[in-house]
């Protein structure tokens, strides 16, 4: 065991999103899960260890050019840390073992901005939608 070794962390979240307009413009809610893997230090000890969880999330969304969008999410869910190893600081060879905590938490935040490759195209209209019958009062 190095005696001062980084901070390791990587995460994977995938999420599923219903837009209630249409894609990438206005409200949406998800279903997100995570995964990921960590080795870090806080105050005196250092965490070895996995975390997984998932939740429910919020986004709104705003078009400001044809092809650009802002959008800002926020998500609430449960998240579990299983500890493989926790390690002293100061002495590397003091091992407390596995240990888990799971919590409720916001377990997504963020803005983004999206710049969207590939439109849907214009629906053509149809001869009869394009003449519109007149109507008299």
Same mark, same amino acid.
């Given at each position: 065991?190095?005696?001062?070794?980084?901070?390791?962390?990587?995460?994977?979240?995938?999420? !599923?999103?219903?837009? !209630? #307009?249409?894609? /990438?413009?206005?409200?949406?809610?998800? /279903?997100?899960?995570? @995964?990921?893997?960590?080795?870090?230090? /806080?105050?005196? @000890?250092? @965490?070895?260890?996995?975390?997984?969880?998932?939740?429910?999330?919020?986004?709104?969304?705003?078009? !400001?050019?044809?092809?650009?969008?802002?959008?800002?999410?926020?998500?609430?869910? &449960?998240?579990?840390?299983?500890?493989? #190893? =926790?390690?002293?600081?100061?002495?590397? &060879?003091?091992?407390?073992?596995?240990?888990? %905590?799971?919590?409720?938490?916001?377990?997504?935040?963020?803005?983004?901005?999206?710049?969207?490759?590939?439109? %849907?195209?214009?629906?053509?209209?149809? =001869?009869?939608?394009?003449?519109?019958?007149?109507?008299?009062?």
């Amino acid at each position: 065991l190095k005696e001062n070794r980084p901070t390791r962390f990587w995460a994977i979240q995938p999420e !599923f999103k219903y837009w !209630f #307009n249409s894609a /990438l413009s206005g409200h949406a809610v998800g /279903l997100h899960g995570l @995964y990921g893997d960590y080795d870090f230090g /806080l105050k005196r @000890y250092r @965490y070895d260890g996995s975390m997984y969880g998932g939740g429910i999330s919020y986004t709104y969304a705003w078009r !400001f050019r044809p092809r650009w969008c802002l959008e800002g999410s926020i998500g609430f869910g &449960y998240t579990r840390l299983d500890n493989e #190893n =926790v390690y002293e600081r100061d002495d590397k &060879y003091t091992c407390y073992g596995p240990s888990a %905590k799971g919590c409720w938490n916001v377990s997504k935040a963020g803005i983004k901005i999206t710049w969207i490759i590939v439109d %849907k195209p214009k629906r053509q209209k149809t =001869v009869t939608e394009r003449i519109r019958p007149t109507t008299f009062r």
